[in-house]
């Protein structure tokens, strides 16, 4: 049973568009979520983090959302390019404990 | 530099075979993991290991091993009672006892002929 759930499983955006993934998890020991961007043979890279005491962390033109009482966090990538076009995963963290990710969406942004 | 290093980065092993996989990290981390990747599946928890000398089972441990005898390394060794063990294998480490970023290895994919 995963522990992060993670919607779509895929997604196409227009060049310039708003990509959004979506995330729900039901551990509420969880502290820490991070989402992860990974390229064709390649491993994770941390692409931006928050914690639960912020409900919005934007780091250029990612954005993380943050709703603590639904148990929900989104990424919002704003003027989406054809290099943003990856694979992204959401994760969970208990504090020190192991480290859970979303079953992660294919990402494809067309020019 | 800095960071974590899996070898090889791809293996190729025979049915019945036992096959270690190797990760080494030089961040001083103290925790360290093991994923597996398959398509559509994500990333799924086979091990990991908070300290050296003590590691916990994940969420698809069965037909796997490992070890952590010292800080920088946590060896993954697939055995012959892994049914499926053709896949894509992701270590990672994190500093450890507080939650915060882990920092993957480029990973071994590892191949049953």
């Known amino acids: 049973q995963q522990q992060v759930k993670q919607s779509p499983q895929s997604l196409i955006v227009q060049k310039g568009g708003i990509s959004i993934i979506n995330c729900a998890y039901e551990?509420?020991?969880?502290?820490?979520f991070p989402w992860y961007q990974q390229f064709p043979g390649k491993g994770p890279a941390l692409l931006i983090a928050i914690r639960p005491d912020v409900s919005e962390k934007k780091e250029g033109r990612f954005t993380i959302s943050f709703n603590k009482s639904a148990k929900q966090f989104s990424l919002h990538i704003m003027d989406s390019q054809p290099g943003d076009s990856a694979t992204y995963f959401c994760?969970?963290?208990?504090?020190?404990?192991?480290?859970?990710f979303g079953a992660g969406t294919i990402l494809r942004v067309k020019s | 530099d800095g960071g974590i290093t899996q070898s090889p980065k791809y293996l190729f092993r025979k049915e019945g075979q036992n096959v270690t996989l190797s990760c080494e990290q030089n961040l001083n981390h103290d925790a360290m993991y093991w994923y597996r990747q398959d398509p559509g599946q994500g990333l799924r928890l086979i091990y990991y290991s908070q300290i050296v000398n003590d590691f916990q089972k994940g969420d698809i441990a069965e037909g796997y091993s490992v070890s952590r005898e010292k800080k920088e390394s946590f060896p993954l060794t697939v055995t012959s009672a892994q049914k499926n063990p053709t896949a894509f294998y992701l270590c990672?480490?994190?500093?450890?006892?507080?939650?915060?970023?882990?920092?993957f290895g480029q990973g071994t994919r590892l191949t049953v002929v």
């Open positions: 990672a480490s994190s500093i450890g006892g507080v939650s915060t970023e882990a920092f």
């Open positions: 994760a969970a963290m208990e504090y020190g404990n192991k480290l859970v």
């Open positions: 551990n509420t020991a969880f502290d820490y």
